[in-house]
Every structure is written in structure tokens, then in C-alpha cells.
């Protein structure tokens, strides 16, 4: 999303989690996903690899500019990645992946958390995580289509979280979220 909200051309590669190649592995020497290979040295970590496009590519910026706000965007991305993340994974693909029952109920009970956050910080009309459309919103982007899927098979609500029903509306209307689906 952080390349098409930029246009900036790239190249994609395919990945075999299950399979990993030599060649993968031997850019990414943890075998983590996205990877992001700049002047021959490998990046990792979702987060991250935002970030540091958003430094390099200037326009538009993805990270207000404004300290606190920019503070307030950090601390979501960290939490998509703490909280949101995990607990959509689980919730959705824990049966296949080999999780108990209880850690999937445990999973799901700390999405309806993690969601409930969300609808109190998108209260009061607020459109995005932080004054404008910022990393902490695209951190979280890549989970829609799972934590949509939840929702279709009864196990979460969306309806009882009408802000976050909406701002995910607004970030999937996006030409960088269709662009990157």
C-alpha cells in the first residue's frame, strides 16, 4: 500500500511460506515476509519497511508531521502489530494452524479488545488513527480481509463496531488497498 500511495514502480516477488527458497533465504535470513531489498541490504519487519519508505520517497508522507500525532501513529502501528495482528491470525486460521480451541477463543476475545480500542479512538468523527491517513491505518490494512471473513462466518460483529466498520470502508475505498489486494 506504502509503494501505491507513493507511485513508486516495484517489483513483487511470490513466496512459498511453506517452502521457502534458497534464494528467499538468502535475503531474508530470518525468512520473514515483506522484504525489502534497498542498495543490496535486505529490510524486514512490516513496520519497519513503512517506515523507511515513507523517509525515502518523499510525497505524500505517511507519517504526520506533527511529533505527538506522529508518537500517536507509532503507537497503533505497534499495536496492529501486538494486538491486532496476532488476534486476527488466530481467531481466523488458528484451527488450521494447529491452536486449541482455547487459544482460539482467547484469541478472539482479545480481537473484540483490540476492536473496541479502535471504535473508541475513531469515535467523535474521527476518519483515520490519527489526523490523516498515516502508516498506523495501512499497518493495520493488511488484516481486513481476514478479520472481514470473521465477521461473514459469525464470529465477530462488525455491526457492533460501526466506527471501525466505517473507517475500514474509507482505507478499502483506497486505490493503494484495491491496488495491493
Known amino acids: ?3 501505491h500511495e507513493k507511485g513508486v514502480g516495484f517489483e513483487t516477488y511470490e513466496v512459498d511460506l511453506e517452502n521457502k ?19 543490496g541490504d535486505p529490510l524486514y519487519e512490516s513496520n519497519v519497511v513503512n517506515q523507511y519508505l515513507d523517509e525515502v ?11 505527538k500525532e ?15 495482528f ?12 494447529g491452536f486449541s480451541e482455547t487459544q482460539v477463543s482467547e484469541a478472539l476475545e482479545k480481537l473484540k479488545t483490540v476492536l473496541a ?10 476518519e483515520y488513527l490519527v489526523d490523516v ?16 471473513e470473521l465477521a461473514e462466518e459469525g464470529e465477530i460483529g462488525l455491526a457492533g463496531y460501526p466506527n471501525v466498520a466505517a473507517w475500514m470502508e474509507r482505507v478499502e475505498a483506497r486505490e493503494s488497498f484495491k491496488a495491493a489486494g
Do not use: C, Q
Open 117 to 126: 480500542a479502535l471504535e473508541e479512538r475513531l469515535g467523535d468523527g474521527r
Open 133 to 148: 491517513f498515516s502508516l498506523a491505518d495501512i499497518a493495520h490494512a493488511g488484516n481486513f480481509v481476514r478479520l472481514r
Open 21 to 39: 527458497s534458497e534464494e528467499f533465504l538468502s535475503v531474508s535470513s530470518t525468512g520473514k515476509v515483506p522484504v525489502v531489498v534497498a542498495d
Open 57 to 67: 520517497f518523499e510525497s505524500p508522507k505517511l507519517l504526520p508531521e506533527d511529533p
Open 86 to 97: 496476532p488476534a486476527v491470525f488466530i481467531a481466523s486460521v488458528g484451527h488450521e494452524r
Open 1 to 3: 500500500m506504502v509503494l
Open 70 to 84: 506522529r508518537a500517536y501513529a507509532r503507537i497503533w502501528m505497534a499495536s496492529a502489530d501486538d494486538n491486532f
